[in-house]
């Protein structure tokens, strides 16, 4: 079976950081997806990891750790555009099939 | 990257009636496409995997015959809710993979009353 764990909620003020944290257990690993959802909108592709380490895309990080079955997502200097649920995704086998976490929904104030 | 299209983006119907969703992927062919649900404030929960020219794989606990899947070419896949009751009110998105990653199209509201 897959389990896949993160954090509910959590806030942060405009210009700070965050990072979302994902632990998984899944039966095989075939990579790890981040994706952003507005809330009524169809979840967008973020990053992706399939090796240890932390791959950088403009603001947004991630990081992997097989051998810990964990998983973060950086954001930096947030913006208020940056509120939404960010959803930690694993695709167990060689096929399209991900298996989702609950998402973490964050919010940014002013 | 790729786009997928799908089409209501909102529904409303009446009790006992049928819905059917389609989702379109526009500029590439898929021979998988997959059908999520997503109540509010819940994570997607994968319903089914659509397959061209074969029957759908669904998932436990999901009614083959609630919510029929067909995937008659490469670059379309549909779902019908069929004998909608207001239970089945949710958000219904679709995906489609291409060069590794999945693509989502926009979803579907479907409100049964």
């Known amino acids: 079976g897959q389990n896949i764990d993160q954090p509910t909620e959590m806030t942060a003020t405009e210009g700070a950081i965050v990072q979302i944290n994902c632990t998984y257990q899944t039966s095989g690993f075939n990579g790890l997806f981040w994706y952003q959802q507005h809330a009524g909108e169809a979840p967008t592709f973020l990053s992706y990891n399939v090796l240890d380490g932390l791959e950088e895309k403009g603001r947004f990080s991630s990081f992997l750790s097989r051998s810990k079955g964990y998983s973060y997502l950086l954001l930096k200097e947030l913006q208020m555009k940056d509120s939404a649920s960010y959803l930690c995704a694993v695709r167990g086998s060689n096929d399209y099939k991900l298996s989702f976490g609950a998402g973490t929904t964050v919010t940014v104030r002013a | 990257g790729a786009v997928v299209s799908q089409h209501p983006s909102w529904v409303i119907c009446k009790s006992g009636t049928s819905v059917k969703i389609e989702c379109r992927s526009l500029?590439?062919?898929?021979?998988?496409m997959f059908w999520y649900r997503q109540f509010p404030k819940q994570s997607l929960m994968l319903m089914a995997t659509s397959n061209e020219g074969s029957k759908a794989t669904y998932e436990q606990g999901v009614e083959k015959d609630k919510f029929l899947i067909n995937h008659a070419s490469l670059t379309l896949s549909t779902l019908t809710v069929t004998s909608a009751h207001p239970e089945d009110s949710s958000f219904y998105i679709c995906s489609a993979g291409e060069a590794g990653l999945q693509y989502f199209g926009a979803g579907t509201r479907l409100s049964v009353l």
């Open positions: 500029d590439f062919q898929a021979t998988t």
